[in-house]
């Protein structure tokens, strides 16, 4: 049984672009949740989507927007990076809503 | 809405002694309580959680929280620290309720010192 995986690990990107930062869920679970982990700080929720329909959002703009397929990998878009949006992006997947979160290694993002 | 304060942004130890991790939280609606680990560059490993029933909650590597409802606290400790034990802890709080949102706390840094 693969645990959850996210691709990139690293990568850096330009302030005033987008970003797609890629999440696959372990196997049989339906939840995938997104946080973002400045340095030094505790994750921060972002949104959650359960069987392909957003479950809840965080304290994020709008420019930050997810999706989930129907295998239950998800993605997560940020348009107009900003220098702020540097930080290690954590995805989490659940066997259902309310059960326990089990966390990929995240991919760290730096914004130049 | 949640709140989670670890007291300690770091706590240094000697290996083979006690260690106690302070998290107290606020909310206004039941929720659960866990504490996750972060290695240097990796993602985070639940430690433990409590979700009902005896306050006393045991977790991996020896490591145990309880529950303090009164004083809305979940301390974490160990009898015995190892030097493996240097990582950055976590406590976090979600609604029984809704979306599993974690709220975490800021972090405390674990310092095994040999």
């Known amino acids: 049984e693969t645990g959850v995986t996210q691709s990139p690990t690293h990568l850096i990107k330009t302030r005033g672009q987008q970003v797609t930062l890629r999440c696959s869920s372990q196997s049989g679970h339906n939840t995938v949740s997104w946080y973002q982990q400045a340095l030094g700080q505790g994750p921060q929720f972002i949104f959650q989507y359960y069987r392909e329909e957003e479950n809840g959002r965080g304290n994020f703009p709008p420019r930050f927007s997810g999706l989930q397929f129907p295998n239950y990998s998800s993605e997560l878009n940020v348009n107009a990076l900003e220098l702020d949006d540097s930080a290690l992006y954590l995805c989490?997947?659940?066997?259902?809503?309310?059960?326990?979160?089990?966390f990929g290694q995240g991919t760290r993002l730096t914004v130049v | 809405a949640q709140s989670v304060t670890q007291l300690d942004s770091q706590v240094p130890v000697f290996e083979e002694a006690p260690v106690e991790l302070r998290c107290n939280y606020s909310s206004s609606v039941s929720v659960y309580l866990f504490w996750y680990v972060q290695y240097p560059n990796q993602g985070l490993q639940l430690l433990l959680k409590y979700l009902s029933g005896s306050t006393l909650v045991k977790g991996i590597n020896g490591f145990e929280a309880e529950f303090n409802k009164s004083q809305t606290s979940f301390h974490l400790r160990k009898p015995s620290v190892h030097i493996s034990d240097t990582a950055e802890y976590f406590c976090?709080?979600?609604?029984?309720?809704?979306?599993?949102?974690?709220?975490f706390g800021q972090g405390t840094r674990l310092t095994i010192n040999p």
């Open positions: 989490a997947s659940s066997p259902e809503l309310n059960t326990e979160a089990f």
């Open positions: 976090a709080v979600s609604e029984i309720q809704g979306a599993q949102k974690l709220v």
